[in-house]
């Protein structure tokens, strides 16, 4: 299982952009997928997850301003960030609970993708 994120950069205060997350490979069922940031030293903070079902949850500090979904038949995640802070500067890394095949066994548990940097700065 792969999970592949794109869409970070570099961006102005209260400015908008969108993270993308794919999740390719022998998955079988998506339960929820996420992203979390990871600042040096920290350790990762959820940002946002949804369930398969369209279940969402959000950090405090993104409430109101990030809005996560899911497209379940491309097995992909957005993140849409509004009203972007310096303070929202971080790598932003994808995260998928799920269910694959491996050889002739069926695995649960979660996935990690690598991270794509957002920097907010004027």
């Known amino acids: 299982v792969q999970l592949q994120a794109s869409g970070g950069g570099l961006v102005q205060p209260g400015e908008s952009l969108r993270l993308s997350c794919a999740a390719s490979?022998?998955?079988?069922?998506?339960?929820?997928m996420g992203w979390y940031r990871q600042d040096p030293g920290k350790p990762r903070v959820m940002v946002a997850k949804?369930?398969?079902?369209?279940?969402?949850d959000y950090g405090a500090s993104v409430k109101g301003r990030f809005t996560i979904s899911i497209d379940n038949a491309k097995n992909t995640v957005y993140l849409q960030m509004a009203n972007l802070r310096p303070d929202d500067t971080a790598a932003y890394l994808c995260?998928?609970?799920?269910?694959?095949?491996?050889?002739?066994?069926?695995?649960?548990?979660?996935?990690w993708g690598q991270g794509t940097e957002l920097t907010v700065s004027s």
């Open positions: 995260f998928a609970d799920l269910t694959y095949k491996h050889g002739p066994h069926r695995v649960t548990g979660g996935s």
């Open positions: 490979g022998s998955i079988l069922d998506i339960h929820s």
């Open positions: 949804i369930s398969s079902g369209g279940a969402t």
